[in-house]
């Protein structure tokens, strides 16, 4: 469905999400059939390689701007708000990197269960500043993936889980309910003010190119002249993707010249969410794409 390529968020995208969110699901359930259908929501945008679709689930999942202060205070509020973009940020890079997998792999579903958090995280999470009001309770998910998984109750009738389907776990994560739907509260068991990456090196420990992943993909229109003469073959062609994940340049390598400038057009109108980065910062990619004209 998609070129097998690791997918990572464009840092810009995130100011709406944590900073200028607004509730766009109807009210969730605080239930994990609740988690497990607002979840799905982005695994089924990301599966139909729908952007803009993409990023509303995504902002589902953002604490609303406004938690923030009425939670802790204005003197405290907007710099955990600026802590939480940071987290946020590396679960939808945690998210759409499991969901790359998933297509890679040609599996067919993902699924939530319940995580009994053991309190003997090393190091131990930071207690909470103080706050305000009452803080939501935490709850912890794994996020799994397989070809025909389903849920069931947990033997001890605690709560749900994932069964019977060879499944793989990607990642955990701790969301809290507020306003009517789950968000992001941390990845594993550390709340987002507990930055793991609190040095500015800290948070480029891989600082190899990441990202670009095809939301957008234009099939080429076949030339009429190679479909006359029934021409098939590969074009491969090296792009280079912009900061906002539109192809910038569109550079043949090789393939059938009947063919060549098809692909490049198709090429040109491909577009990447999220793009390209380097330790966190948003940068031109490269990449090497094939252009597939079957036979005619």
């Not at 803009?52 to 205070?73: C, M, S, Y």
């Not at 947990?154 to 306003?179: C, H, L």
């Not at 099939?219 to 491969?236: D, L, T």
């Amino acid at each position: 469905m998609r070129s097998s390529l690791k997918v990572f968020l464009l840092a810009l995208v995130l100011a709406p999400c944590a900073n200028g969110h607004q509730i766009s699901v109807p009210i969730i359930k605080n239930t994990h059939r609740g988690f497990d259908k607002q979840y799905k929501r982005i695994f089924n945008a990301f599966r139909k390689a729908d952007e803009q679709e993409l990023k509303l689930r995504f902002n589902d999942f953002a604490i609303p701007v406004h938690w923030f202060t009425d939670t802790f205070g204005p003197d405290v509020g907007p710099e955990l708000s600026e802590r939480y973009s940071q987290e946020f940020e590396k679960f939808i890079y945690s998210t759409t990197n499991l969901f790359e997998s998933v297509d890679a792999a040609q599996l067919e579903e993902v699924g939530t269960y319940n995580w009994k958090y053991i309190h003997n995280a090393v190091p131990p999470p930071k207690p909470a500043p103080p706050s305000l009001r009452p803080l939501p309770t935490v709850q912890y998910f794994k996020i799994e993936y397989g070809r025909a998984g389903f849920t069931g109750p947990m033997d001890n009738g605690s709560g749900w889980e994932v069964k019977d389907w060879g499944s793989e776990t990607r990642w955990r994560g701790a969301f809290v309910y507020v306003d009517g739907a789950f968000r992001f509260f941390g990845l594993d068991a550390y709340p987002f003010w507990d930055l793991k990456d609190d040095v500015p090196e800290g948070f480029c420990a891989d600082s190899r190119q990441q990202g670009g992943q095809i939301v957008h993909k234009v099939r080429p229109v076949y030339p009429p002249e190679a479909k006359r003469k029934r021409i098939a073959g590969v074009v491969q062609i090296d792009i280079t993707v912009a900061k906002d994940g539109s192809v910038k340049e569109a550079e043949i390598v090789r393939g059938n010249p009947l063919l060549q400038e098809a692909a490049r057009q198709a090429v040109l109108q491909w577009h990447f969410y999220p793009p390209f980065r380097t330790c966190s910062q948003t940068v031109e990619g490269t990449l090497s794409a094939f252009v597939v004209f079957p036979p005619r």
